[in-house]
């Protein structure tokens, strides 16, 4: 392995130098210690999820009614389907990755290159479904009204299925309102995307719709949220409907609390850049097998520890399932 | 090269003949854990639904067999299993003992905010 041949008479002591400590090369060795600390700013982000649903306990969205889509399959209720999926899909880039490691032992240059462009492919399909993921969340599904203390009120039928806004509501043509554009009045004022319908729309769809009936947030103790009596639904919207909320930001949230969005934004999103990192360094690396360079250094350690990073990627999305999905 | 790869699962259960053949035993076992989680959390069995410690019994099996995956993935995906005893128990002891403690305080902190909020004089539901 080594090009150079030095005898310094301390062959096989301790302390002579050329000892590995711990048997283990200073890069991995790096790695690992960089991996315990990328574990516990993750670990932070969970318990700091925890803390949060701990102190709303009673009222968090419940993870089966807010990830339900499938891709294709519109109007299908597919709860975690799609993430049990996009976990196999990183579970199995994992072991190609460390398929790639084993045939790196072997100093098999044509089995490496494989198995790294594998790992890659099943890196930008989890990606990709990520962004997918993102993209159903902001844009949401059944819309919902908040309150002035922030809560969040959905609509059901009597059955206790889930009602659409677009169901009930129609949008008064006499009373619509366009977007205020900085162009076009004060240019130091300016306003988001109005929602498609206001709340007054809502009270007279809610009013026109008898078998339309308000759930709030408050989890009751079947593990399911309280349905409100119809005429309790009319008094909570008249008395407290806000806003119109459509979809999910980092300010409000048709699901629920705003800051279990905001939670799903920032943990998946850390995690997703460390996955986008994970590709470009798994390019790179895989770059450098093509062109032979640990052919020629004879020692196919780097892709080993871009391997204890991908791996450890793995590892996190593996907690960030259950805790986001699941639990 | 001296990569020498300890070939047995589950305290010596299971042996594998090479490295390569492990890898695949691991998936199929990761796989299996993952489809349970998965088909219990769309049943959801109201066996399951009982209050063990603070929660529900179906999440401490989740929070488990989390747990044994990232094991797994750790031990054979990422080599631990053949590293020397000293480099495993700085990373693992480390990281455990900080996360437990970690946790512990959030959660402890976030139910007592709770508490406030419900049995006190402070509200936010208006």
Known sequence: MSTTVVNTGTEGKTWGGATKPLNSSYGKMMMWFFIVSDALTFSGFLAAYGFSRFKFIDSWPIADEVFTHFPFLHGVNAPMYYVAFMTFVLIMSSVTMVLAVDAGHHLNKAKVTIYMFLTIIGGLIFVGSQAWEWGTFIKGDYGAVQTKGGNILQFVDTEGHRVALRDFVVVDAHAERSKHESKSGLWFVSEGTLPTYTVEEVIHGLESHDNVLVRTQIINEAGEKTVLSRAESLKQIKQNGKAVVEGANLYVNEYGSPLFADFFFFITGFHGFHVFSGVIINIIIFFNVILGTYERRKNYEMVEKVGLYWHFVDLVWVFVFTFFYLV | ?126
């Open chain 2, 1 to 126: 090269m001296a990569h020498e790869h300890k070939l047995a699962i589950f305290r010596g259960l299971v042996k594998f003949k090479s490295n390569t053949q492990k890898i695949w035993g691991v998936l199929i076992f990761l796989t299996i854990v993952t489809l349970i989680e998965v088909g219990l959390g769309i049943v959801k069995p109201e066996s399951l639904m009982a209050q063990v410690l603070g929660m529900k019994a179906l999440n401490w099996i989740f929070i488990i067999l989390t747990i044994v995956k990232a094991y797994y993935i750790t031990w054979d995906f990422m080599h631990m299993r053949d590293e020397v005893k000293a480099l495993r128990r700085m990373i693992v002891w480390t990281a455990i003992f900080l996360i437990i403690y970690l946790i512990f305080i959030l959660l402890q902190e976030g139910g007592y905010v709770f508490d406030v909020y419900k049995d006190g004089y402070i509200k936010r539901d208006f």
